[in-house]
């Protein structure tokens, strides 16, 4: 399964948040539209190794939750971290717990990622290549033809993705983290 939490913990109410519309559990909350569910440091670290992003690199976390992907990419990496999430009070608690340390919060929804990326400041074309996307999204979502097409637009780009625990279906990631359950996704050149 993923990370640390065992089959009991994450199964029963995993599945029975999408029977119910929205519950709260002790690593997360769950619906059938937006889940946060707390990622581990040990997540983020694997992701971080697997896209080798450095200080310069742009992260870009989808679905960012709390931020604590974002805010660990950021302080540990020195990159430009980027959450984006729908859910106004998820992201009011990101920039809380970012404590100054420069990560940018935005309200807005995952689908609308390439505009919020090339609204970056001083974000070139140019810059895509720098561009690591992370996601750790219900799999109807990572699985969606809109979102997949979203995706795959990126990486054509020059962007890189990150997946951690629900990959897209059929597609071949170009590396991946066993251990970890993250892949990482890009183009071959």
Not at 18 to 40: C, I, N, Q, R, W
Not at 117 to 140: E, G, K, M, N, Q
Not at 157 to 167: F, P
Request: charged share 20%; glycine share 6%.
């Amino acid at each position: 399964m993923c990370d640390s939490l065992d089959d009991d913990t994450w199964d029963a109410p995993f599945m029975e948040a999408f029977e119910e519309d929205t519950e709260t559990f002790p690593f997360g909350t769950l619906s059938k539209t937006a889940s946060h569910v707390t990622t581990l440091p040990s997540t983020t670290d694997a992701a971080v190794s697997l896209s080798n992003t450095t200080h310069s690199t742009i992260f870009v976390d989808l679905g960012c939750g709390v931020g604590r992907v974002t805010n660990r990419a950021r302080d540990t990496t020195g990159c430009t971290a980027v959450g984006v999430d729908m859910c106004p009070n998820e992201i009011a608690q990101a920039q809380e717990l970012a404590n100054g340390n420069g990560a940018i919060y935005l309200v807005d929804d995952v689908f609308n990622a390439e505009a919020v990326i090339a609204a970056l400041p001083d974000f070139t074309a140019a810059d895509w290549d720098r561009v690591v996307i992370f996601i750790f999204l219900i799999p109807t979502l990572v699985n969606s033809t809109k979102f997949q097409a979203l995706l795959g637009a990126l990486l054509d780009k020059g962007a890189k993705l990150v997946s951690y625990c629900y990959h897209p279906d059929k597609w071949t990631p170009h590396e991946r983290d066993e251990r970890m359950n993250v892949n990482l996704y890009r183009r071959s050149l």
